[in-house]
C-alpha cells in the first residue's frame, strides 16, 4: 500500500529486503527489550523548496542505525541496506533506489550523503559492546498532492 510519508515508503521498502527477516527495522527507537542486531530509522526532517513552476520540491534526510554485535556483522547489515544482495548501480537496496511506494508525491531520487561507524559500551543484555553503522540519506520527492 502507498505511503503519505517518506518515512513510511522507506521503512516499507526495508521490509521487503532479505535481510529485514532477521534484522528488523523501529522507527525512532528501539524498544528496551529489542535485542541485537535491529536498525532504528530516524527521519531528520522535510526541507521543501520550489521549482520554476512553484512545484514543492521536498528533500528528506534519513539516518539508517544499524546495531550488531560485531563491525563486520554491523557492516554486513549496512551492505544489505546499501544494495540488498545486488550490485552496487542496480538499485535494489536503498543506494540510488529507482522507486518508493508514495501517494500525493513523485519519486525523484534517493542518495546516502554520508556513513560513519561507532563503539559503545554495553547495551546489550549480555553487557558486551554493541557496534554501530550509520547511514545518512537524503530523499526528493515533488509534492503532486
Known amino acids: 500500500m502507498p505511503s ?5 515508503a522507506v521503512i516499507a521498502r526495508y521490509e521487503a529486503f532479505t535481510i529485514a527477516a532477521t534484522v ?6 528501539a524498544p528496551a527489550s529489542a535485542s541485537l542486531p535491529y ?3 530516524q527521519d531528520d526532517g522535510t526541507r521543501p523548496e520550489y521549482d520554476f513552476e512553484y512545484n514543492p520540491v521536498e528533500t528528506t534526510a534519513l539516518r539508517f542505525e544499524v546495531y550488531h554485535t560485531s563491525l563486520a556483522s554491523a557492516d554486513a547489515v549496512a551492505s544489505a541496506i546499501r544494495y ?40 546489550s543484555t ?8 550509520r ?10 498532492a
Open 4 to 8: 503519505a510519508s517518506v518515512t513510511g
Open 24 to 29: 528488523p527495522v523501529w522507527f525512532h527507537e
Open 39 to 41: 536498525v532504528v530509522l
Open 84 to 123: 540488498n544482495g545486488g550490485g552496487v548501480a542496480d538499485g535494489d537496496g536503498m543506494d540510488f533506489a529507482d522507486a518508493l511506494d508514495l501517494t500525493g508525491q513523485t519519486f525523484k531520487r534517493m542518495e546516502r550523503k554520508s556513513e560513519q561507524r561507532f563503539v559503545e559500551g554495553p547495551r
Open 126 to 133: 549480555s553487557a558486551t559492546p554493541v557496534f554501530r553503522v
Open 135 to 144: 547511514m545518512a540519506y537524503e530523499v526528493e520527492t515533488v509534492r503532486t
